[in-house]
């Protein structure tokens, strides 16, 4: 499993503004899959949410998650998140994992 370390040392992120412990990927191609950036073991949980108007990707790390929004566009935002970020984010738009990978 890809870690936190390995994601911020790989891949251009910067922070989010008064969100502390996330991160948003930065990179003029709006269309990178999650494989890409983790590697073929990728394994996301889809969800959506009323407080997100876009489907949302999940990836759990040993040190914290990925949260990744695809737009209906086809265009993904990717949000690195510490461990203390990625159980706030998640509990704000109402997702609860499941070891399954269903909700």
């Known amino acids: 499993m890809v870690s936190l370390q390995t994601l911020l040392n790989r891949w251009h992120w910067r922070p989010i503004r008064n969100c502390p412990g996330r991160l948003v990927l930065v990179t003029t191609d709006r269309s990178i899959p999650l494989?890409?950036?983790?590697?073929?073991?990728?394994?996301?949980?889809?969800?959506?949410?009323?407080?997100?108007?876009?489907?949302?990707?999940?990836?759990?790390?040993?040190?914290?998650?990925l949260i990744s929004y695809t737009r209906a566009d086809g265009s993904v935002v990717h949000t690195l998140n510490t461990?203390?970020?990625?159980?706030?984010?998640?509990?704000?738009?109402?997702?609860?994992?499941t070891m399954d990978g269903a909700e």
């Open 35 to 65: 494989d890409t950036l983790l590697g073929s073991d990728a394994h996301a949980q889809t969800f959506t949410s009323d407080m997100a108007r876009d489907k949302i990707l999940v990836v759990p790390l040993d040190d914290g998650g």
């Open 83 to 97: 461990e203390e970020g990625f159980g706030r984010k998640l509990s704000q738009l109402g997702i609860s994992l």
